[in-house]
Nanobody
Framework: VQLVESGGGLVQAGGSLRLSCAAS????????MGWYRQAPGKQRELVAT????????NYADSVKGRFTISRDNAKNTIYLQMNSLEPEDTAVYYC????????WGQGTQVTVSS
């Protein structure tokens, strides 16, 4: 499975961004997709996940109520709508897909200025 992310950038605090992650290859094997992020000097942390079957979602407490993960199965794409962004959300955001194995995207930078 190959993953390509897009949609990162620079935004002011309180603003919004939408990330996309398009999967290709053996997409039939994917069970869960989601987003992790890694800020400078910190460990990579889970942001949100969504299942391929029932579309169940899971969020980190720090983003609940501000971020929404969604999917378009026909396009093999997931999205992360990020609203009310805070400087603490600044990080490289990585898409991942879990199927037979775990695959990662190349990452996209999100920078939130105060």
């Amino acid at each position: 499975v190959q993953l390509v992310e897009s949609g990162g950038g620079l935004v002011q605090a309180g603003g919004s961004l939408r990330l996309s992650c398009a999967a290709s290859g053996s997409t039939f094997s994917i069970r869960v997709m989601g987003w992790y992020r890694q800020a400078p000097g910190k460990q990579r942390e889970l942001v949100a996940t969504i299942t391929s079957g029932g579309g169940s979602t899971n969020y980190a407490d720090s983003v609940k109520g501000r971020f929404t993960i969604s999917r378009d199965n026909a396009k093999n794409t997931i999205y992360l709508q990020m609203n009310s962004l805070e400087p603490e959300d600044t990080a490289v955001y990585y898409c991942y897909a879990q199927g037979i194995g775990v695959n990662w995207g190349q990452g996209t930078q999100v920078t939130v200025s105060s």
